[in-house]
């Protein structure tokens, strides 16, 4: 499997390229309140999971299992917590929150 970033405005990505991401990752200080609206936007698409690393409470929101335009599963996590991701593999938040 490989992975892409795509670095564009959402709303400018097309169908082709919704339909083939498996996830996405922000990172988030002061657009906090924007990229958790985001969520209903990946959700619509189908995309699996969403992570937000959310740079002001210092913890990762993870959004999965998109349903009718919305995550059905929403987490926030701190460092030290484990949980498992879509491809099965389990992730230390700590690692992410580097």
Excluded at 45 to 74: A, D, M
């Amino acid at each position: 499997m490989s992975s892409a970033a795509l670095l564009a405005k959402p709303h400018r990505w097309t169908r082709t390229e919704y339909e083939r991401m498996i996830e996405v990752v922000e990172v988030a200080n002061s657009t906090l309140a924007y990229d958790r609206l985001k969520a209903t936007t990946y959700a619509s698409h189908g995309i699996p999971e969403y992570w937000l690393v959310n740079l002001k409470e210092n913890c990762l929101e993870v959004f999965q299992q998109p349903e009718n335009g919305r995550y059905t599963s929403y987490r926030s996590l701190k460092a030290g917590s484990v949980f498992v991701c879509g491809n099965g593999k389990q992730v230390m938040v700590g690692n992410v929150l580097v």
